[in-house]
């Protein structure tokens, strides 16, 4: 037997045993967007499984396994997605959804957006609730100081501005 056909059947089943994506056990809370982009992931999954399976013969069967597992961890999200209504949140306080202008001790100017997992990208500036920055942000009010503990290190941050983007829409 050819090596060819030993590394073809190994790939196949690296495929079918690809493991599944675990899902929180915390609440998901999600702003507006975060919902909207929720649904349009698994509205594009769905449409990449329905192009792949009418592929034929010729179908791509990793990228299948790897959209159906996607699929399923995206519908549970979505169906366990929590909006939060910013705006009911207090417009001086740090809360869900909240955008915070922070000054950090080096005069350099940060600002972060507290928003749900699955929306979460740190080189956005946006990030998860339930992150160590969120929480040392959240309940503080424009020019209270707070600390960041980071594993690089503990930093303070100087709250400058407090605005929730969720209610410009």
């Known amino acids: 037997m050819s090596r060819a056909f030993v590394k073809e059947d190994s790939e196949d089943k690296m495929g079918e045993e690809l493991p599944e994506r ?7 809370y999600v702003t507006a967007t975060g919902m909207e982009q929720l649904r349009s992931k698994v509205e594009s999954l769905q449409a990449e499984q329905t192009r792949l399976k009418a592929g034929g013969e010729a179908f791509d069967r ?6 159906e597992r996607d699929l399923r961890y995206f519908q549970a ?13 207090p417009l001086d306080e740090v809360r869900f959804g909240a955008s915070v202008k ?14 749900g997992d699955d929306e979460a990208a740190v080189a956005e ?8 920055l969120a929480r040392a942000l959240i309940g503080s009010r424009a020019g209270d100081t707070v600390t960041w503990n980071r ?17 410009d829409r």
Do not use: K
Request: no cysteine; net charge negative; proline share 9%.
């Open 22 to 28: 675990p899902v929180s056990s915390q609440p998901n």
């Open 77 to 89: 999200r979505l169906e366990g997605a929590i909006v939060v209504d910013v705006s009911s949140q």
């Open 102 to 115: 922070a000054e950090d001790g080096d005069g350099t100017v940060h600002t972060f957006t507290i928003v």
């Open 62 to 67: 990793p990228r299948l396994i790897q959209v």
């Open 151 to 167: 594993p690089a290190g503990a930093i303070t941050l100087e709250v400058l501005e407090i605005r929730y983007p969720d209610r």
């Open 125 to 132: 500036g946006r990030v998860s609730w339930q992150s160590p």
